[in-house]
């Protein structure tokens, strides 16, 4: 009678009415790439439409893949409607020059050594502006970043400055440096220091609290934690900030060569002025444009370069 009342016994021991419970159909799952298809309720399965037109295809959010030498074309297509509209008659020659005129212009000044000469005293000002201003902006940003004690002697000080214009200083500067290459100089590297200031310093600032107390608990040294943890999370405001200064160096070439001075691209345009030559002001403007988008496109490969561990969308 009891063992009527008793379950049967399947072979391998297990109940009959145990049986459905533990025996489960799986099926093989097949990649959409060999052929096969995603079970239903998943994006691209049946049961669920994953994009508008319900075909199962990821849809594409980001910028896409950049071109070679994209960054041209902005550029090319200005001098196309440039041109075009200086052949239609739009554009008075007496204000802008045609496109040819001022190329014309420019193997003229490359022919009598005048583009050379002052294509490198400018060189030289921005580029010496530049170093000072990267050292010392940097160095600031160092001393400021991981101190609190130069935090409360540094930052403060340089946000002023920050609020103060460079060109708003040329007159005390005159006044202390007098109106030679010192105060040229001195100009262009405090426009500079200023950028990379801020940015490396509020990438310094910036780094996750959670990476230094890794750091003390694995009892890093002093160069060690500035060489594992500091200089990786202050290299992108590093760049950003030394992007900025180039272009800030280039922007204070520009006025300073206009203020007594004897050579330099800004001189060749402030004489060209006095004698109406627009053609000699747009060599000088094409000038000064093209050294700052290959200066910016060189900071952008050594960034691309140094930065290549990051995934991001510029590619």
């Known amino acids: 009678m009891t063992e009527a009342l008793t379950p049967a016994r399947t072979s391998r021991g297990l109940d009959v009415a145990e ?25 691209g399965g049946t ?14 959010l980001g910028p896409g893949r950049p071109v070679p030498f994209g960054r041209l074309l ?8 440039w041109w075009a509209a200086s052949s239609a008659g739009v554009l008075d020659p007496r204000i802008l020059s045609h496109p040819w005129s001022v190329v014309s212009t420019a193997v003229e000044l490359v022919a009598d050594g005048r583009l ?36 409360y002697l540094v930052d403060g000080p340089l946000q002023i400055k920050r609020a103060i214009p460079s060109l708003a200083m040329l007159p005390l500067l005159i006044l202390w440096l007098g109106i030679g290459e010192d105060m040229k100089v001195t100009v262009i590297a405090l426009g500079v220091a200023v950028n990379m200031y801020i940015n490396t310093y509020a990438s310094l600032t910036g780094i996750d609290s959670r990476h230094v107390e890794l750091a003390e608990v694995l009892r890093l040294s002093r160069w060690r934690f500035v060489r594992k943890v500091v200089i990786p999370g202050s290299l992108p405001g590093f760049f950003v900030g030394l992007r900025l200064g180039v272009t800030s160096s280039w922007l204070g070439l520009i006025v300073v060569e206009q203020i007594n001075a004897t050579s330099g691209i800004g ?12 053609d000699v002001i747009i060599v000088g403007l094409v000038a000064y444009g093209v050294f700052g988008f290959a200066s910016d496109a060189l900071v952008r490969a050594i960034e691309r370069r140094a930065l290549s561990w990051r995934r991001t969308l510029a590619g």
């Open 19 to 43: 049986a459905p419970r533990t025996a489960r159909v799986t099926t093989p799952f097949t990649p959409p790439e060999a052929g096969g298809t995603l079970p239903p309720g998943t994006a």
């Open 47 to 60: 049961g669920r439409r994953a994009g508008k037109g319900g075909d199962g295809r990821r849809r594409r």
């Open 74 to 81: 902005g550029p090319a297509l200005l001098i196309a409607a």
């Open 116 to 151: 050379q000469g002052n294509v490198l005293i400018s060189l030289q000002r921005a580029g010496l502006g530049l170093l000072f201003g990267v050292v010392a902006g940097v160095a600031l940003a160092v001393v400021a970043g991981l101190s609190r004690t130069g935090e």
């Open 267 to 278: 001189y060749m345009m402030f004489q060209a002025q006095q004698y109406a030559q627009s």
